[in-house]
C-alpha cells in the first residue's frame, strides 16, 4: 500500500515538473509540426533522427534538404528521437508541397497593385501573393508562443489586416528583447504593426515560439523584404 502510495505521489510530481519545464522552457516534441504531419497525411511518412544526425547527412542535395526542412517548419538543429515529416515522392518542386491555395481573389480589389502576404499561424506558413491573386512563394513561419515566462505574461501575435510600414537589411535587431538589453538579430525586419516585424532568424523551431514576432528562414525573409514587399503598398494578413 505505502509502496503504490510513493509511486502515485512520486508520478505526480514527475508531471508537474514537466508541466513546469515545458512551460519555461517549451517542449520541442511536444508541438513539433512535422511530427503531426507525418501522422495525419498519407503523403509523408515519419522519420525518428538518431544520434548525431544532421539536415546535411540525411539530405546531402541542398533542394531536397530545403523542402524538407520547409515541410517540417524548423530550420534549427536535429537532436535525437526528434520526429520529422519526409514527403513520399521525388517532387522537390516547393511550390508542389504549398499548404496555402495558390489562387486568392485578388489582393488589390481595394488598392489596385497592392501585392499580398498571408501568414497561418496554424498551418505555421506565410504565402506571398501576386496584385492577380497568384501564389508566388511560401514558407515556414513561427508566431508567439502564447505565454512568455521572460516577461511573465502572455504574448501574441497580432491577428488582422495589416501593411508593411518600413523595413531594415540585415542589420537589424530588436529594441526590446532579450529583456533589458535588446539586441537579438531580427535581419531583414519588415514592421507591420507597432513593435511587431516579419523577420528573419535562424530558430525556427516546427512550432510557434516567439514573443510576438513573426519569424522566418531568414533567405525567405530576405526576398519578401529585398524583391517583394514596397513599404506601405504590401498588405500582411494574419490570421490564426
Known amino acids: 500500500m505505502i509502496a503504490k502510495v510513493v509511486t502515485v505521489v512520486l508520478g505526480v510530481f514527475y508531471s508537474i515538473g514537466l508541466f513546469l519545464i515545458c512551460l519555461y522552457f517549451t517542449c ?3 508541438a513539433n509540426y512535422g511530427s503531426t504531419l507525418c501522422k495525419s497525411s498519407a503523403e509523408y511518412h515519419c522519420y525518428r533522427i538518431k544520434h548525431n544526425e544532421t539536415w546535411a547527412k540525411l539530405f546531402p542535395d541542398g533542394n531536397e534538404r530545403d523542402l524538407v526542412m520547409r515541410i517540417n517548419r524548423m530550420n534549427t538543429k536535429l537532436y535525437p528521437d526528434l520526429t520529422i515529416a519526409i514527403p513520399n ?3 522537390t518542386n516547393i511550390m508542389d508541397y504549398s499548404p496555402l491555395p495558390i489562387h486568392i481573389d485578388p489582393p488589390g480589389a481595394d488598392a489596385p497593385g497592392d501585392q499580398l502576404i498571408y501568414i497561418s499561424l496554424q498551418k505555421q506558413a506565410f504565402g506571398a501573393y501576386n496584385s492577380d491573386g497568384n501564389l508566388v512563394y511560401w514558407g515556414p513561419v513561427s508566431g508567439a508562443r502564447g505565454y512568455c515566462p521572460d516577461i511573465h505574461r502572455g504574448c501574441h501575435t497580432p491577428l488582422g489586416h495589416f ?3 518600413w523595413k531594415e537589411g540585415p542589420g537589424c ?3 526590446k528583447y532579450p529583456v533589458g538589453e535588446g539586441g537579438s538579430p531580427m535581419p531583414y525586419c519588415m514592421h507591420f ?7 528573419g532568424s535562424y530558430e525556427v523551431p516546427g512550432y510557434n515560439a516567439s514573443h510576438g514576432c513573426v519569424r522566418m528562414f531568414v533567405n525567405d525573409a530576405r526576398w519578401l523584404n529585398q524583391e517583394f514587399t514596397e513599404d506601405g503598398n504590401t498588405i500582411v494578413i494574419i490570421n490564426p
Do not use: K, R
Open 28 to 30: 520541442p516534441a511536444f
Open 89 to 91: 515522392s521525388d517532387d
Open 163 to 165: 501593411s508593411i510600414l
Open 173 to 175: 535587431i530588436s529594441s
Open 193 to 199: 504593426h507597432g513593435g511587431y516585424a516579419l523577420h
